[in-house]
């Protein structure tokens, strides 16, 4: 069904496909999910370079004279591979350290008032070498409200994270914010992402609770911690949800004749003469390639359809694309365009 309705859309020559796109869901439900720098849709996974030093983030800012003082909080969580609580970096633990004395996260202190017009900043360093000796391999970011305005009553909020070479220098450099989300709503228990420190991988969970104050930091929120974020990984690491990969595909063999997969090579497919968009669709899942080692399409081409996790590369003028990671391209397609 999905073939015989993509293939009403515009046909194109050539599609240039990420297969980093595998572990990048399929959303199920953009209203509920939280404003990011970054469309991550709920349930993806990407991969984190190893070697650099992860700084989470969390930043409101108070309304000009609301009168009121909010106290938001970051916290991380650290759990073995059992989802055993290992250690907490929080306001009440503003450093954790392994058995053996390692660091292994430092918050930069705990805030209680976010004044116009700078507002607040709190900051959370999360040290992986070390963790991954003392047998860590999860660390949670977890938000929450401890007390005044609702979220949506905010001048402004957000939180993410950062990928460093360095623990000096600026505490908030845009230019290394890897993920970033907007903090929206009345007030709760915010979830966002698990890092798995021993795959070096970041899982989207975008998971948030209505929350009251007796779920203020991660010790009384651990029980929730240990059952939705083990459950939420292993539920979309099953395949039960398609993937941007696999939709990509779908659109490649309903709408163009030659199809790029780039992934360690860039790996070329072409359609037989009267092969049905099903039959070319097979051979592009078995990943059956014409030109296991192909040459890119070139820049000053005809425009090609891409849908890509990085946009480092120059495409074609006019060509419609879907990027995850901006970088040098500027995406003309949201996932529900390409659902749609």
Known sequence: MLLRRFQDKPHFESCLIDEGLRTVMVPFNERSASASAVSLPRGSSIPVPSG????????W??????????????????????????GVCSYYELECRGRDGSLIARSAGDLQDAPWPDG??????VHREPALATGVRYAVMVLTKYAGLPFSLL???????????????SHFDPRTVELKLALGGENGVFLPLVLDLRENTLHWLDVNSKGSFEMNNVANSNEAITKICPEYIANFRSGARPSMFELGLLHAAARCRRVYVRGATLRGFTRHPDEAADAFLGRLLADAADEPDARPPVADGDPLLA????GDIALPEGSPVYVLFRKRLIPTLAASDLLS
């Open 307 to 310: 849908l890509l996790r990085d």
């Open 120 to 125: 607040a900043t709190e900051l959370v360093d």
């Open 52 to 59: 650099k030093l992860v700084r989470m983030f969390l930043h």
């Open 155 to 169: 001048e402004r909020g957000f939180a993410g994270l950062m990928l460093r070479d360095d623990p000096e220098g």
């Open 61 to 86: 800012c108070q309304p000009r004279g609301s009168g009121h003082t909010t106290d938001l909080d970051l916290s991380v969580g650290f759990y073995d591979r059992s989802w055993q609580q290992v």
